[in-house]
């Protein structure tokens, strides 16, 4: 077998380096594919890479030995590496981990006496300074378990139960006794188990049942009690998948797989002062002559979905914590989506808002605007009360002076000798009466006169038309107008302010008095018609006159539009705003007969029976 080694070396050593380049020997532990020494291994080539000003070649060899409780393959191991690099030695050998340095120390003789060592990634308590040579340079790191389990107490404070998962390689015991060592003063405080006498298979079924408040801490699983070889992050990933408790670990590649978390032994800084080492020899300083302090563990890292799992507040991490695998917030996630619908709703708000305002502006607008047309009705109802003074002076005269009339009479018939009291009774009568029907006439002049808000109210359509008819008939006789009306003989109830309302018939019955001036007293006549049509109450005002010129059909409507020589145009605009302001409508249109015809359409009060 060494034989066949050395012929080997021979065909591979000559080729293997090119004068120009600088040999680096990375030696390993357990194996490239060993975690968590591969992940130092592959963070030290990075950096080699980076900060070597020379070309370099390195290569890999493992100290498989190590696994063992043996050292019967280690000479043969150690020749043949001597045989392979008999011709062209390293320009300097990376031991990385502590059984791969512990090999180094033991066969250093035989391995390149004079060749520059870097033993890397290895703990303090596991260097033998006493073996060391002038070429050798150490790079140290600190493993704490008093402050791993302190931080799992910290975490977790109601931890009542710590299992330390670990194998059974000479390398793996060292740890089981210094963590028996550490914890001792814990013992009151938490009970700890170590599962290195079991297999892997049954480590697997403790973790599935561990009692509550318990937790894991992951030492590394090389060979387990029943002598089975674990590579790789298999062992790691299947323990998390049964575990029914929390998994701790040291080691930087566990954050992410399954631990929770805690302090550890950075790779990049152990990785970064290896390389600077390495180079601050390759460039010819001596191995030996260089110190570096202990690497002490960084600063706790922890993984935000395991605190999530386990029901960790972020809260009880230690000062100075970094969590990783954090999920990222609504804002990060969906930045752009929040600030479109935040634009959009701001947008929305300020359009709102504006409308709002413009409701409001409308709302006060049309307040005034039915102020103003109040005024205005109340205007022209004054107005229309001063072409009516004479009739009213009239119609107020005729009660007036018969109460004068029945007055002297009654006088007379008491100063005779025998007064004749059933006349006076009838006298008195007559008295009342024709005092009754001048109030009635001040009370419609009054009611005519008097400036009210707007307030709707159910009244009887037929009420104000007969209220009104009557109030105008003066007008008419002075007028020699025919005043017919046709109403209803069922109540029409509608939803109106009566004043106003009297106010549009009176309006549409003087207009159209006065589209007639010019006809013959005889054809002068009005028709007032009052009806139901469906769920609406209609009114009608039509004429005999000469109607309404087609092309002034829709102007007659409009302010100040007038086709009397004397008139201001208000009277039919008046009239419109207080129907429209009651949800009505008002048109005017030609009778085929001649005349024009308004009217006036009201919703119901109530539905039709």
Same mark, same amino acid.
């Given at each position: 077998m060494i034989s066949a080694l050395l012929l080997l070396a021979m065909a591979a050593g000559p080729g293997v380096l090119a004068d120009d380049n600088k040999h680096v020997l990375l030696l390993h532990s357990f194996g490239a594919e060993m975690r968590p020494w591969s992940d130092y291994a592959q963070g030290i080539r990075q950096e080699l890479n980076r900060q070597s000003p020379w070309p370099l070649t390195i290569t890999d060899q493992s100290v498989v030995s190590?696994?063992?409780?043996?050292?019967?393959?280690?000479?043969?191991?150690?020749?043949?590496?001597?045989?392979?690099?008999?011709?062209?030695?390293?320009?300097?050998?990376?031991?990385?981990?502590?059984p791969a340095a512990a090999f180094v120390q033991r066969n250093r003789g035989q391995l390149f006496a004079s060749t520059p060592m870097v033993l890397?990634?290895?703990?303090?308590?596991?260097?033998?300074?006493?073996?060391?040579?002038?070429?050798?340079?150490?790079?140290?790191?600190?493993?704490?378990?008093?402050?791993?389990?302190?931080?799992?107490?910290?975490?977790?404070?109601?931890?009542?139960?710590?299992?330390?998962?670990?194998?059974?390689?000479?390398?793996?015991?060292?740890w089981s006794n210094l963590i028996k060592k550490e914890a001792a003063p814990l013992a009151g405080r938490v009970e700890l188990t170590i599962w290195d006498n079991l297999?892997?298979?049954?480590?697997?079924?403790?973790?599935?049942?561990?009692?509550?408040?318990?937790?894991?801490?992951?030492?590394?699983?090389?060979?387990?009690?029943?002598?089975?070889?674990?590579?790789?992050?298999?062992?790691?990933?299947?323990?998390?998948?049964?575990?029914?408790?929390?998994?701790?670990?040291?080691?930087?590649?566990? @954050?992410?797989?399954?631990?929770?978390?805690?302090?550890?032994?950075?790779?990049?800084?152990?990785?970064?002062?290896?390389?600077?080492?390495?180079?601050? @020899?390759?460039?010819?300083?001596?191995?030996?002559? @260089?110190?570096?302090?202990?690497?002490?563990?960084?600063?706790?890292?922890?993984?935000?979905?395991?605190?999530?799992?386990?029901?960790?507040?972020?809260?009880?991490?230690?000062q100075g914590s970094e969590v990783d695998f954090r999920g990222p917030t609504a804002w990060e996630q969906y930045r752009w989506q929040i600030a479109l619908i935040a634009t959009v709703i701001l947008l929305q708000g300020v359009l709102i808002s504006n409308l709002l305002r413009e409701r409001l502006r409308r709302s006060r607008a049309e307040v005034q605007a039915q102020q103003r047309a109040a005024e205005l009705a109340h205007i022209n109802r004054y107005s229309t009360a001063g072409e009516l003074t004479a009739t009213i002076a009239h119609e107020l005269n005729q009660p007036l002076g018969a109460i004068l009339t029945n007055t002297e009479t009654a006088e007379i018939i008491v100063k005779s000798g025998a007064p004749n009291l059933n006349e006076i009774a009838d006298i008195l009568a007559d008295i009342r009466r024709d005092d009754q029907r001048a109030s009635e006439v001040i009370a419609r002049l009054r009611s005519l006169l008097r400036k009210a808000p707007f307030e709707l109210k159910q009244i009887d359509l037929n009420d104000v038309v007969r209220d009104t008819v009557h109030f105008l008939s003066a007008l008419a006789v002075a007028r020699n107008v025919n005043l017919t009306n046709h109403i209803d003989p069922l109540p029409l109830p509608i939803k109106a302010d009566p004043i106003q309302l009297q106010q549009v018939v009176l309006n549409l019955i003087t207009n159209a008095m006065d589209a007639m001036s010019d006809m013959p007293i005889a054809?002068?006549?009005?028709? @007032?018609?009052?009806?139901?049509?469906?769920?609406?109450?209609?009114?009608?005002?039509s004429d005999v006159g000469p109607g309404i010129p087609t092309e002034k059909l829709k102007n007659v409507f409009e302010p100040f539009f007038t086709t009397k020589p004397r008139g201001m145009g208000m009277g039919l605009s008046i009239a419109r705003t207080i129907v429209e302001a009651h949800g009505g409508e008002l048109w005017a249109e030609n009778k085929p007969t001649g005349g024009a015809i308004f009217h006036v359409r009201l919703t119901r009060a109530t539905a039709p029976e």
């Open positions: 190590a696994r063992y409780d043996t050292n019967s393959s280690e000479k043969p191991f150690a020749d043949y590496l001597a045989a392979l690099f008999a011709q062209h030695p390293p320009a300097v050998i990376i031991s990385v981990g502590a890397t990634t290895l703990e303090e308590r596991r260097i033998r300074y006493s073996d060391l040579t002038q070429d050798d340079a150490v790079i140290p790191i600190q493993i704490d378990y008093k402050a791993v389990i302190a931080n799992i107490l910290k975490v977790l404070p109601d931890t009542r139960h710590i299992a330390v998962v670990n194998g059974t390689s000479p390398n793996e015991q060292f297999s892997f298979a049954d480590i697997l079924k403790e973790a599935s049942r561990l009692p509550p408040h318990s937790a894991i801490i992951w030492e590394g699983m090389n060979v387990d009690a029943a002598g089975v070889v674990h590579d790789g992050d298999e062992p790691f990933k299947s323990l998390r998948a049964v575990a029914n408790a929390p998994i701790f670990g040291y080691t930087e590649p566990l @954050i992410g797989q399954g631990v929770v978390g805690g302090p550890f032994n950075a790779i990049r800084d152990t990785s970064r002062t290896t390389a600077a080492v390495s180079v601050r @020899i390759l460039g010819g300083e001596k191995a030996g002559e @260089i110190r570096i302090p202990a690497l002490p563990f960084a600063a706790p890292k922890f993984d935000w979905r395991e605190m999530k799992r386990w029901g960790i507040a972020e809260g009880r991490l230690p054809e002068r006549a009005i028709a @007032i018609s009052a009806k139901r049509d469906r769920n609406f109450a209609e009114l009608s005002v």
